[in-house]
């Protein structure tokens, strides 16, 4: 890899950094969300840093192809944001229906209370 294209690697991601820390601030962004894309860039800057990382790497797990290591990465990185997203929905989910049962168990005290006090008019 030349040192101009690691030069116009590293300034991509220290934008990225910039972009998920802007999005913090301004709270559009969790920041248990935040730390995951922060590491992707981290662990991309480190494996530039290193030259023949992704050799060693690639070699170190039998796969012949450094593009294919490229390739396979991205795979498990993409696996772990959907993996992690899916967990953020489930805790979701359960929240909202926790909430929704709360509320219409009040109505109903509400409205059981409102009855009573008509019939005792």
């Known amino acids: 890899?030349?040192?101009?294209?690691?030069?116009?690697?590293?300034?991509?991601?220290?934008?990225?950094?910039?972009?998920?820390?802007?999005?913090?601030?301004?709270?559009?962004?969790?920041l248990k969300y935040a730390i995951t894309w922060m590491l992707l860039p981290i662990t991309i800057g480190v494996i530039?840093?290193?030259?023949?990382?992704?050799?060693?790497?690639?070699?170190?797990?039998?796969?012949?192809?450094?593009?294919?290591?490229v390739f396979f990465l991205?795979?498990?990185v993409l696996l772990a944001i959907i993996y992690s997203l899916t967990v953020a929905l489930s805790r979701s989910s359960e929240r909202i229906r926790k909430l929704t049962q709360m509320m219409a168990l009040d109505e109903y005290e509400k409205r059981g209370k409102i009855e009573n006090a008509e019939r005792k008019e």
């Open 74 to 76: 991205g795979f498990i």
């Open 1 to 30: 890899m030349t040192l101009k294209l690691r030069i116009i690697i590293v300034c991509l991601l220290l934008l990225c950094c910039a972009i998920v820390i802007r999005e913090v601030k301004k709270r559009h962004l969790e």
């Open 48 to 69: 530039i840093a290193i030259p023949g990382a992704l050799e060693w790497i690639s070699g170190l797990l039998g796969i012949y192809d450094v593009v294919n290591m």
